[in-house]
Each structure stands twice: as structure tokens, then as C-alpha cells.
């Protein structure tokens, strides 16, 4: 079992940034990929990016690659989404998951979810 809690939304100005957190507890939540979703209303979740377990490395959506940056602490326990140059599009709840696969972007490859944190960008 793995616990996933999400901090740091709120709202801000388009063409600011905005840092979330993802806090996972269990076990072995070191050896899970970890990866953030957002569901935009009216929207399906879509697949943000996602680091693996020990290395760093790191995949991303094309809507969000060089603005956005995920890390993961020393303990492979908290991943951090760095975003910046925001847009109105960004707006969305933004939601932690795990998996132990890697380079997967399917919601339905994702066992664990946090409860997720909004972010809007104000235009």
C-alpha cells in the first residue's frame, strides 16, 4: 500500500509558477514511479509526467515539456512538480500516482492515487 497526499496549489497569475508536492508513505513507496495527472473541467485526466524510482529519470507531456519539472527527494519519497510560464490551459486538479511500471501514461497503469490539489492560473 502506498499513500499519496499532494500540496501547493492555489491560484496564480498566468506567467507565474506554482511548486506542488507529493508526499508517499509506505513501505515501498521508493520503488514506485511516480507521476502527476490534471483533469481540466469538462476534461479527462491526462498524464502531466512522471520520474522513476532511484536515477531521476524523467518523461513528460509535450503540452508541458520545458515548463514543467518534476524531482524526487534524497528518499525517493516526495516528487515535486515544478511549473512555470503557467497558462489560463493549466488550470486543473493536479494529482499524484504511483505505479511500478515505467514509461506509462495510462491512468489504468497507476495503482495509487493521491486526492489531488487544485491549481488556477488567473489570465
Known amino acids: 500500500q502506498v499513500q499519496l497526499v499532494e500540496s501547493g496549489g492555489g491560484l496564480v497569475q498566468a506567467g507565474g509558477m506554482l511548486r506542488l508536492s507529493c508526499s508517499a508513505s509506505?513501505?515501498?513507496?521508493?520503488?514506485?514511479?511516480l507521476a502527476w495527472f490534471r483533469q481540466a473541467p469538462g476534461k479527462q485526466r491526462a498524464f502531466v509526467g512522471a520520474i522513476r524510482s532511484s536515477g531521476g529519470t524523467t518523461d513528460y507531456a509535450d503540452s508541458v515539456k520545458g515548463r514543467f519539472t518534476i524531482s524526487r527527494d534524497s528518499a525517493e519519497t516526495t516528487v515535486y512538480l515544478r511549473m512555470d510560464r503557467l497558462t489560463a490551459e493549466d488550470t486543473a486538479v493536479y494529482s499524484c500516482?504511483?505505479?511500478?511500471?515505467?514509461?506509462?501514461?495510462?491512468?489504468?497503469?497507476?495503482?495509487?492515487w493521491g486526492q489531488g490539489t487544485q491549481v488556477t492560473v488567473s489570465s
Open positions: 500516482a504511483a505505479s511500478l511500471l515505467w514509461l506509462v501514461r495510462s491512468t489504468l497503469q497507476y495503482h495509487y
Open positions: 509506505g513501505r515501498t513507496a521508493g520503488n514506485y514511479t
